[in-house]
């Protein structure tokens, strides 16, 4: 580990040197680059150093406790000793923590997207649930949620809901939320009283910045249509929603929360831009060949992730196997026992798999 330690160092060093050349800052995009690099090795280098006090803090002691003979003097060297010897396994899991592999992604904002499945209408029903879920979630977290399309489904809720939502480290939590979610409950509209099992899944992206990724805006169909509100109503009469056609392959999204057509037109671009970004990743990690896949879950919707039992009263999240039996609870937006529980499981198997274990 101190290898590795010191070799961050190194690089710590040199993008310090690298983000004050007269070439760094008159290249914004570099300079934005490096300065985030700056700022995530600090925090490793910093608990580096606080290390080393520590390791030279017991070499220390242990000289004196071997040299010298004031009884004074060798008390404090012994206390000085067992206090270092108590914080180096602390610190030690603390570097670990640091040194495992980051997402760059997970600070970003993000694109939200909630799918009715298999079930009908309930499960329309359910991705409305589903929505309010997270409504209430990111209202706990201070976060903006902004919905940007939908589709109504026929008797309540959404065949289909898009929403960008801001906030600090939004797409690192909300990646998790990635995947099939499941209810099991007995829909109003049935009559006999069985418990129906129905599906919607979660779709989530970061948010690209311009500097991320570029267009060839030649590429892109750009339509206007007028915006239109949950169950049909009119929003305004004028051509302000905007849909955005990438030409080469097919993807389509559209914004119309926004009586601006400029606004609109910039947070679809910005969504576009996340979706093609998805699709770049997706086969860069095929081509480095990742052979399992993490025990969170790739987000792929054949994923199932987590079941709502209405009638126990139940939420089980199967990538880790915990449930809780407080669903009215979790329904309101009490997300993060689960979300700091699957972290953990992620950051356990990165260290596995980097050798820090």
């Known amino acids: 580990m101190l290898d590795k330690l010191e070799k961050i160092k190194e690089r710590f060093d040199q993008v310090s040197e690298d983000?004050?050349?007269?070439?760094t800052?008159?290249?914004?995009?570099l300079y934005a680059k490096l300065n985030k690099e700056y700022k995530d090795l600090e925090k490793v280098v910093n608990k580096y150093f606080e290390y080393k006090n520590m390791l030279e803090g017991i070499d220390e002691a242990k000289q004196i406790l071997e040299e010298e003979k004031d009884p004074?003097?060798?008390?404090?060297?012994k206390m000085e000793l067992d206090e270092n010897q108590e914080g180096i396994p602390v610190i030690e899991e603390e570097l670990k923590m640091l040194l495992i592999p980051k997402d760059p992604?997970?600070?970003?904002?993000?694109?939200?997207?909630?799918?009715?499945?298999a079930g009908g209408d309930e499960a329309?029903?359910?991705?409305?649930d589903l929505l309010r879920m997270y409504q209430r979630f990111c209202e706990k977290h201070k976060w903006k949620l902004s919905i940007t399309d939908f589709v109504d489904g026929t008797s309540g809720g959404f065949n289909k809901i898009v929403a960008n939502i801001q906030g600090e480290d939004a797409y690192g939590m909300l990646k998790y939320e990635a995947g099939v979610h499941r209810v099991q409950r007995v829909p109003a509209t049935e009559s006999q009283g069985r418990i129906h099992t129905s599906v919607a899944s979660v779709a989530v992206?970061?948010?690209?910045?311009?500097v991320e990724i570029e267009l060839n805006m030649s590429d892109i169909r750009r339509d206007e249509f007028c915006s239109s509100g949950p169950g049909g109503q009119s929003v305004n009469t004028t051509y302000s929603a905007i849909r955005l056609t990438h030409l080469p392959t097919g993807i389509i999204v559209q914004c119309q929360d926004e009586k601006s057509k400029l606004k609109n037109y910039d947070k679809a671009l910005k969504e576009?831009?996340?979706?093609?970004?998805a699709i770049e990743e997706k086969k860069r990690q095929e081509e480095i060949g990742a052979e399992r896949k993490s025990m969170v879950g790739s987000g792929a919707r054949s994923d199932k992730i987590r079941t709502y039992n209405?009638?126990?009263?139940?939420?089980?999240?199967?990538r880790i196997n915990h449930s809780v039996f407080n669903l009215p609870i979790v329904m309101d937006g009490e997300l993060q026992d689960f979300i700091d529980r699957l972290r953990i499981a992620d950051n356990l198997e990165k260290m596995e798999n980097s050798g820090l274990a």
Do not use: C, W
């Open 272 to 277: 576009l831009k996340s979706r093609l970004y």
């Open 205 to 210: 992206l970061p948010e690209m910045d311009d």
């Open 25 to 29: 800052v008159s290249d914004m995009k």
């Open 124 to 128: 329309s029903i359910f991705a409305g």
């Open 105 to 117: 992604n997970d600070s970003k904002n993000a694109i939200f997207e909630i799918r009715a499945g």
């Open 310 to 318: 209405y009638p126990q009263g139940r939420v089980t999240d199967h």
């Open 72 to 77: 004074e003097l060798r008390e404090m060297a």
């Open 19 to 23: 983000l004050v050349k007269p070439e």
